[in-house]
């Protein structure tokens, strides 16, 4: 069961390292013109953040998703690579 866990969590890592390294690419390949279809995607979320004021603390909450083509590929390799191991 305890290995179960641990597959799991690195399955999480591969899966937010694809983002993560997708993302990045898909931003550097916007700038390429025949890459820059990399970069199409969508942006969601809480554009404005949100703000609690306790007089004591002032928090400030805001989640922005940017998905692109490229974070897609990137999670698709790293499920695919993740089966391998």
């Known amino acids: 069961m305890a290995f179960r866990d641990k597959s ?5 890592l591969f899966i937010l390292s694809g983002i993560v390294v997708g ?7 916007s700038h390429v013109e025949f ?3 990399l970069a199409y995607g969508q942006e969601f979320g809480l554009s404005t ?6 007089n004591v ?8 998703f ?4 490229a974070s897609i590929i990137g999670i698709v390799l790293a499920i695919f690579i993740y089966k391998k191991i």
């Open 66 to 69: 940017k998905i692109n083509i």
């Open 8 to 12: 799991v969590w690195i399955l999480i």
């Open 35 to 37: 890459l820059n279809w």
């Open 23 to 29: 993302g990045l690419l898909g931003e550097l390949a």
């Open 49 to 54: 953040p949100v703000e609690l004021n306790l």
């Open 57 to 64: 603390i002032k928090l400030t909450f805001g989640l922005v």
